[in-house]
């Protein structure tokens, strides 16, 4: 047990005196060096109503025990305060030559930083996910749509609105290929360079163009007007490209309009 590189312990006799080897002195923290050879009910008296059940079963005869995660509220700290810490536990019986359990064999790695580290990295995907659902809900609420194209994984996301311009049905699913293939023959090759430059990690230009689109359901010709730029890692590789696009149809319909009066 005093050569393992685990936190072990032995709660020795009936009231489960403590023994324990260096590792589990990180668990004691200010508890020790008083803890040692100390009954469990001294030791642990805020948590003990949660430790003895456990440990009776086991002295009982019971199998072993384990748990992952485990939280308790412990006062290990400088004066006294209190903090919740997670373990990986086990409990074992611990035999004399006659059968009877004398002690209990408590192997108790801790976990506590891990598990924080998995609290807080959830909280931040929850708060991120209800930010980009707000935002979605903006954006569906308004005029202008928005796009994202994920370049490591070649995946285009477009909410219904921005389908919509493209005359695509907002269950459909879309990719790359729609957006090329939705362009008006006469706005693809500049539309594609605006976007290609926008992609490059030396160039790494604005987006921000007019073209036509042709629906890809209902044919219908729209103009629209997008915005965008690309998104890097520390290495310069491209990740992703997003931005927001707007209707213009009405707008260029009136600008001919004016034209040819000019004209």
């Keep these: 047990?005093?050569?393992?590189?685990?936190?072990?312990?032995?709660?020795?006799?009936?009231?489960?005196?403590?023994?324990?080897?260096?590792?589990?002195?990180?668990?004691?923290?200010?508890?020790?060096?008083?803890?040692?050879?100390?009954?469990?009910?001294?030791?642990?008296?805020?948590?003990?109503?949660?430790?003895?059940?456990?440990?009776?079963?086991?002295?009982?005869?019971?199998?072993?025990?384990?748990?992952?995660?485990a939280a308790f509220v412990m006062a290990r700290l400088q004066g006294g305060g209190s903090e919740t810490a997670y373990f990986?536990?086990?409990?074992s019986p611990v035999r004399d030559e006659h059968g009877t359990v004398v002690a209990i064999l408590n192997i108790t790695p801790e976990t506590t930083g891990r598990v924080r580290l998995e609290h807080r990295l959830q909280e931040e995907q929850s708060a991120l996910a209800m930010s980009e659902e707000r935002l979605r809900l903006?954006?569906?609420?308004?005029?202008?749509?928005?796009?994202?194209?994920?370049?490591v994984n070649d995946q285009l996301i477009w909410p219904p609105r921005t389908k919509a311009m493209f005359g695509i049905?907002?269950?459909?699913?879309?990719?790359?290929?729609?957006?090329?293939?939705?362009?008006?023959?006469?706005?693809?090759?500049?539309?594609?360079?605006?976007?290609?430059?926008?992609?490059?990690?030396i160039r790494r230009a604005l987006?921000?163009?007019?073209?036509?689109?042709?629906?890809?359901?209902?044919g219908v010709v729209r103009w629209?007007?997008?915005k965008g730029r690309g998104v890097f890692d520390a290495a310069g590789r491209c990740l992703r490209v997003t931005g927001t696009v707007l209707e213009i149809s009405a707008r260029k319909h009136a600008e001919s309009v004016v034209t040819r009066r000019s004209s």
């Design 88 to 91: 990986n536990y086990s409990l």
């Design 1 to 69: 047990m005093f050569d393992s590189p685990f936190p072990i312990c032995l709660w020795s006799g009936p009231q489960y005196a403590l023994i324990y080897n260096d590792p589990y002195r990180r668990i004691l923290a200010a508890k020790h060096p008083a803890a040692l050879g100390q009954l469990g009910s001294i030791v642990w008296a805020e948590i003990w109503d949660e430790l003895k059940p456990q440990f009776d079963r086991v002295r009982a005869g019971e199998a072993s025990v384990y748990f992952e995660d």
């Design 224 to 226: 629209v007007a997008a």
């Design 138 to 151: 903006a954006v569906d609420n308004a005029d202008l749509g928005f796009w994202d194209v994920d370049v």
């Design 207 to 218: 987006y921000d163009v007019e073209y036509r689109t042709i629906g890809k359901e209902d």
């Design 169 to 201: 049905s907002p269950e459909i699913p879309v990719t790359m290929d729609d957006f090329y293939n939705g362009l008006h023959p006469d706005d693809r090759e500049a539309t594609t360079a605006a976007y290609l430059a926008a992609a490059d990690p």
